[in-house]
């Protein structure tokens, strides 16, 4: 029979070497980690970039916002109640809000003319 040779605890030989499934466990701890960084890191640039669109697109909507029309057209005084209740009709639509607040005076004056007696179509 053969003599199967052992390390005894003072013998000096090869180190152990680590089990496969401990390598394995700790690239697979190492990949999980790099994950969760590589996610907070994208999370972070996406939270970043929205937040500065969304704030780009609010400043335009409170631009030509109807609180902002209605202000512009709380300047004229004197214009007629039913002139006034129609323009403000056509102040639902945006495009209608953008012309009015980008007009001059004396075009605004004109357009709620048009408004008015019935001469203003609103294209779409």
Same mark, same amino acid.
């Given at each position: &029979?053969? #003599?199967? #040779?052992?390390?005894?605890?003072? +013998? *000096?030989?090869?180190?152990? /070497?680590?089990?496969?499934?401990? /390598? &394995?466990?700790? &690239? ?5 980690? %790099? ?6 890191? %994208? +999370?972070?640039?996406?939270? /970043?970039?929205?937040? =500065?669109?969304?704030?780009? =697109? *609010?400043? #335009?909507?409170?631009? %030509?916002?109807?609180? !902002? ?16 209740? *129609?323009?403000? !009709?056509?102040?639902? !639509? !945006? +495009? ?6 980008? &007009?001059? +005076? ?7 003319? =048009?408004?008015?007696?019935? =001469? %203003?179509?609103?294209?779409?």
């Amino acid at each position: &029979m053969d #003599k199967v #040779k052992r390390h005894t605890h003072g +013998e *000096k030989g090869k180190e152990k /070497k680590p089990k496969k499934g401990d /390598k &394995m466990s700790d &690239m697979t701890l190492a990949i999980c980690e %790099f994950i969760e960084i590589s996610r907070q890191r %994208f +999370e972070r640039r996406v939270a /970043k970039t929205s937040a =500065s669109c969304v704030g780009e =697109s *609010k400043r #335009k909507i409170e631009r %030509f916002s109807l609180d !902002k029309a209605v202000q512009a057209l709380s300047v004229y005084k004197d214009t007629p109640r039913t002139a006034y209740l *129609k323009v403000m !009709k056509t102040f639902y !639509k !945006k +495009e209608n809000r953008v012309a009015f607040l980008a &007009m001059p +005076e004396d075009r605004k004056i004109e357009w709620m003319d =048009s408004i008015a007696d019935g =001469s %203003f179509r609103d294209y779409e």
